[in-house]
């Protein structure tokens, strides 16, 4: 860096990160500014990109009760930030709009409109926001999902793993609960037209999708490229008949798959 007043800086100017600067005999007050101006920039940058990085979360469910407990388990992870609430599927629309949530954790049951309806209306709002469905119900899995959902969680879990969900979910996975096995019993069916069964690779790349893991993680633990598991993901897609992870997810379940 020019020093101020040296031969390497003749116009009296000086490159302090961003900052260029017009140099004058400063004095030692001057300087003193200076240095507090510079803090006060760093600070400014400091706190925009720590912004950034906080997982803005909307949480929707007609109990006031639901909605305190999981602002509380939510917000001692300084990552997340409850930046609303919403009562039915209409406030959530609204809400959505207003306040730009990154995720939006989604009671099924409320009046006024179900968690189903307002996960729609939500993605036709903002298509970007990931809905996270949280409830006692585990029937409702696979229409929520295709609604729009990445995500299923019961409302018996825990601190840790809410958070985790929600992290997995901004990261792009898919957050489920370890629903029961009598739940899949019934929404297991054939697997119909051999063409659209699934090869040894593909069945394996579908459990680690389900288990929520990205196409970079799934290449490196089966030592493929991520091409090639791009490549195997896209068809899986094609032989389920579905366009994304999430119904790949909750069609592989329908037919006992994972």
Do not use: W
Not at 23 to 47: A, F, K, M, S
């Amino acid at each position: 860096m020019a020093q101020v007043g040296s031969s390497d800086d003749p116009k009296g100017l000086i490159q302090l990160g961003p900052l260029v600067l017009a140099c004058v005999p400063l004095g030692e007050i001057g300087y003193i500014i200076l240095v507090r101006h510079l803090v006060r920039h760093c600070t400014i940058r400091r706190d925009r990109m720590a912004e950034e990085n906080i997982i803005r979360v909307l949480l929707v469910d007609d109990h006031q009760f639901a909605r305190e407990g999981l602002r509380r388990m939510l917000e001692l992870d300084s990552c997340i930030k409850v930046v609303g609430e919403a009562v039915n599927a209409a406030d959530a629309a609204d809400k959505v709009e207003a306040l730009a949530p990154d995720i939006v954790l989604m009671d099924i049951k409320m009046p006024e409109g179900d968690g189903i309806e307002a996960t729609k209306l939500v993605k036709q709002k903002r298509p970007e926001c990931k809905v996270i469905m949280l409830t006692l119900y585990e029937e409702y899995f696979a229409e929520a999902i295709e609604a729009g959902a990445v995500g299923y969680l019961l409302k018996d879990i825990k601190r840790g793993e809410l958070i985790r969900a929600v992290r997995a979910a901004h990261e792009g996975k898919v957050p489920l609960s370890a629903l029961s096995g009598e739940f899949f019993s019934k929404i297991t069916a054939p697997a119909g037209d051999p063409k659209s069964r699934l090869s040894e690779r593909e069945m394996e790349i579908m459990r680690l999708i389900a288990s929520g893991e990205t196409t970079k993680e799934i290449g490196a633990r089966l030592f493929l490229s991520e091409a090639t598991i791009k490549r195997d993901v896209q068809h899986i897609f094609d032989k389920l008949g579905v366009r994304n992870r999430s119904e790949a997810v909750a069609e592989a379940y329908r037919r006992g798959l994972v």
